[in-house]
């Protein structure tokens, strides 16, 4: 790419994050539609259904559109595809249902999906290859697993034994599965959600952003981009291990973020500039692990943006542009 070139890619996607964001378009809702199955019950295992939400645009024609899939954080023990929100040291994050709220007025197929929970004891569909994967010894430890016995305390459950964390072991690596089983749906159903099966991108927050990103670059799923709202890597292991071709990538953390996450976030940054793949960054001033879509990010480019804008203007840049 010449300089020239480079200059107006430069100045086209600065037109695309500072765009404002409209609320002109009116938004259709379909809960609880089922996007596939999934086995829990550990050593009886049953299979049940896997549900979304899917959000589109009211006015929207025949056009295929773009699509972002959306998983909900809760460190793999609690959480929903709706409109839940969590609050800790006085900030409170915004629920899936908000951000696909977003994502339809600016002209995107938003579906938050649902996925099994360790308390499920879910079970994988098929074995992954252990080549691709952290050991299990070393990925679940008690120190590991710490910041999960705070979420499961909050919702009266007791901190974890090895037992328990092997089930947790099982949800972290079937929330992923779970989340390719929504693309090949929606991908399959094309037509009826009126999408682009070449234009999708994966998103979520905490736990929902490391599903993202072991869906995308663990497992493979081709998408074109993934948004990582204080996500990490936890599962899979990323270096080396990544598609010929990784999709997009947007980071963002907190300013006093967890330290597993932003410890994460630098490994998944450094496997990504290794394979050359596409990737922006992001801090969000004076928040740690939740934070509403209006908080101010700051962008290594020195941009000044909320995190709604910096995310929908990512998304235009992969999905949208020509």
């Not at 159903?189 to 099966?197: E, H, K, L, T």
């Not at 981009?225 to 890597?233: D, E, R």
Request: hydrophobic share 45%; charged share 20%; with cysteine.
């Amino acid at each position: 790419m010449t300089r020239v070139n480079q200059v107006l890619a430069g100045l086209s996607l600065g037109l695309l994050l500072a765009a404002p964001i409209s609320a002109a378009e009116q938004v259709s809702v379909d809960y609880d539609l089922v996007y596939g199955r999934g086995l829990i019950g550990g050593d009886t295992p049953v299979e049940r259904d896997l549900r979304m939400d899917w959000y589109r645009p009211a006015t929207a024609d025949d056009t295929p559109r773009p699509a972002v899939i959306m998983a909900f954080g809760g460190s793999f023990v609690r959480g929903s595809k709706g409109d839940e929100r969590f609050t800790e040291n006085g900030a409170q994050d915004s629920s899936m249902a908000e951000y696909c709220q977003v994502f339809a007025r600016q002209g995107f197929n938003c579906f938050s999906i649902e996925y099994r929970l360790a308390g499920e004891r879910p079970l994988l569909a098929k074995p992954i290859d252990a080549e691709r994967l952290m050991p299990e010894a070393l990925a679940v430890t008690p120190q590991t697993t710490a910041r999960i016995d705070i979420a499961r305390q909050a919702i009266g459950l007791p901190p974890m034994d090895d037992r328990l964390r092997a089930e947790f072991w099982q949800a972290l690596l079937s929330a992923s599965e779970d989340m390719e089983t929504a693309v090949s749906h929606v991908r399959s159903q094309a037509v009826r959600y009126g999408v682009d099966p070449e234009r999708i991108a994966l998103g979520g927050f905490s736990a929902g952003a490391i599903t993202a990103i072991n869906t995308a670059y663990g497992r493979h799923v081709p998408v074109k981009a993934v948004v990582s709202l204080s996500g990490s890597t936890w599962g899979y292991l990323l270096p080396g291990h990544l598609p010929a071709q990784p999709p997009a990538l947007l980071q963002l953390v907190g300013q006093d973020d967890l330290p597993g996450v932003i410890r994460g976030s630098g490994v998944v940054a450094r496997a990504l500039d290794s394979a050359g793949a596409v990737r922006r960054q992001a801090w969000v001033p004076g928040f740690g692990h939740f934070y509403p879509m209006g908080a101010v990010s700051l962008g290594d480019d020195f941009s000044r943006l909320s995190v709604e804008q910096r995310v929908v203007g990512f998304l235009r840049e992969q999905l949208m542009a020509d």
